[in-house]
């Protein structure tokens, strides 16, 4: 549950050992490069070079492109094509400022809503997330723990801001990996257990201040500062990938 990521058809569902089609090892590939830092924000995505290095044809290349704007990974630009989309530090505040209000506004409807199958379904989600943290794949990693702020929104089963929050997920999922420090993991399964002994409790006080520390934590722990642009060898960057 909870792999309807905006692109809708899974191509970021990559869980490691997964048989995948070519463009969804190729959108899994670009985001793994990204969540190690060998893609910086501001690199151009050259269909051709890209073509050539994953050995598949242009339109392939260019539908795997697509999909990653849709999540808000990739900015397609008129002139120079595709490029790992930029997040400013303005933006990256404002889409923490956007989860704070509806993720502890949601608190009440949280607790009202979560049925015994609900918390089983957040547990099971941990065991996800803590199988991330030791899979060394930081991309799968980051999607799961993101997923498990989506599947908050689920249990409330409002569609309206379900469907808020999973935009809200990718561009906060892309402003992590291109600003977290690498010794830091705030979004992790400790933090969000923390959260799940308050919805067992029926404490919505409690939750919504331990979602509000929690947010609070994980824009902390992001060193955020406007980074300059810098020519990328897409060949070094997915060699031996
Ligand atoms: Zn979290």
Do not use: W
């Amino acid at each position: 549950m909870g792999k309807a990521r905006t692109n809708g058809r899974g191509l970021g569902a990559a869980a490691a050992g997964t048989p995948q089609s070519p463009e969804a090892e190729i959108y899994h590939k670009i985001h793994v490069a990204i969540a190690e830092h060998r893609l910086l924000p501001g690199a151009r995505l050259v269909e051709d070079q890209l073509g050539e290095v994953f050995g598949v044809s242009r339109m392939r290349i260019r539908s795997v492109l697509h999909s990653l704007a849709r999540d808000k990974v990739v900015t397609l630009q008129r002139n120079r094509g595709a490029v790992v989309a930029h997040p400013t530090v303005k933006e990256a505040k404002e889409v923490f400022a956007a989860r704070r209000l509806i993720e502890v506004a949601m608190a009440p409807d949280i607790v009202r809503a979560a049925d015994d199958a609900a918390v089983r379904r957040l547990k099971d989600h941990i065991k996800k997330e803590k199988k991330g943290e030791h899979s060394h794949d930081r991309a799968f990693e980051l999607k799961a723990s993101h997923e498990f702020h989506t599947l908050l929104a689920e249990i409330v089963g409002n569609r309206v801001v379900v469907g808020f929050l999973r935009e809200l997920m990718a561009r906060s999922s892309l402003i992590t990996a291109i600003y977290e420090r690498p010794d830091v993991s705030s979004c992790s399964h400790l933090a969000h257990s923390n959260l799940i002994k308050f919805i067992e409790r029926r404490d919505a006080e409690g939750l919504a201040a331990a979602m509000l520390q929690h947010l609070h934590q994980i824009e902390s722990d992001l060193v955020l500062f406007d980074r300059g642009e810098q020519p990328t060898d897409l060949k070094s960057v997915f060699a031996g990938s």
